[in-house]
């Protein structure tokens, strides 16, 4: 069936895992996390200066209408969070059902729409990886999502309005989902986070940011660490 002709629900959170964020931490750098070589589920301080936050202070700055936001491979909520500080409604996109992010976001206020699906440039269906790229061919997978088959969406499809501001980290298909995004971009003209991973021989993982310049978006903040290969790049509409 074509996956369009579906009615995608928002994702149901348990109970059991809402009631585990605390009030306390909402205004914090605190999260909910999965720590490599740790059991189990761990709380971790990120700081101020963790690259979620430097990019929800660099783009919120270009934003003079904070109602709607999107973020689009949202894994455990880190950049949702502080995207609730603003914004009236945030909807998030992952493939993975994550339970940190009912644990590090307040689901009670009905301010944050969850989606279990992947974003891209038109309907279809493909297997997953399990990795944040859906397609990832290397590294460890993680078994509960791995190999079996996702929907995927154009942003469009959901006909979301007032959309602000749009956060994309998907490690790969980010191009394929400002493609799909194209009515919904060029109507509301959103701030745009995007990031770009840069191989080996120097080539990016994608050309996103090329087909966002020429959608007449401007590169406002480029953020990266020295000698990594990632850089978040925070991209608004010529003036």
């Known amino acids: ?13 348990k109970l059991v895992y809402k009631k585990k964020f ?13 720590v ?12 101020e200066n963790n690259v979620h936050h430097v990019l929800y202070k660099q783009a919120i700055k270009h934003v003079n209408h904070k109602v709607n936001a999107v973020d689009v491979g949202c894994r455990d909520g880190e950049f949702t969070r502080y ?16 339970i940190q992010f009912a644990m590090n976001i307040d689901l009670s206020k ?41 929907n995927i969406y154009p942003l469009d499809h959901f006909q979301l309005q007032n959309i602000n501001l749009i956060k994309i980290d998907v490690d790969g298909m980010d191009e394929e989902v400002i493609k799909g995004a194209l009515d919904t971009i060029k109507k509301f003209m959103p ?24 959608l007449d978006y401007d590169i406002a903040y480029l953020h990266q660490k020295p000698n990594s290969i990632h850089k978040d790049y925070v991209l608004i509409p010529k003036k």
């Open 191 to 214: 701030v745009i986070i995007i990031e770009e991973i840069v191989a080996d021989n120097g080539e990016p993982n994608h050309d996103g940011i090329n087909f966002l310049k020429s």
């Open 1 to 13: 069936m074509d996956p369009l002709l579906r009615k995608l629900r928002p994702t149901p959170f």
């Open 83 to 98: 995207l609730t500080w603003n914004f009236d409604h945030v909807y998030c996109f992952d493939y993975r059902k994550r």
């Open 110 to 150: 009905n301010q944050v729409t969850h989606y279990t699906c992947a974003l891209g440039k038109e309907a279809s269906n493909e297997p997953a990886s399990g990795r944040g790229n859906l397609r990832a061919t290397k590294g460890n997978q993680d078994k509960r999502y791995a190999r079996k088959s996702v």
């Open 36 to 47: 490599k070589m740790m059991k189990g589920i761990q709380m971790v301080d990120y700081k």
């Open 22 to 34: 605390h009030p306390l931490y909402q205004n914090t750098h605190t999260f909910h996390c999965a």
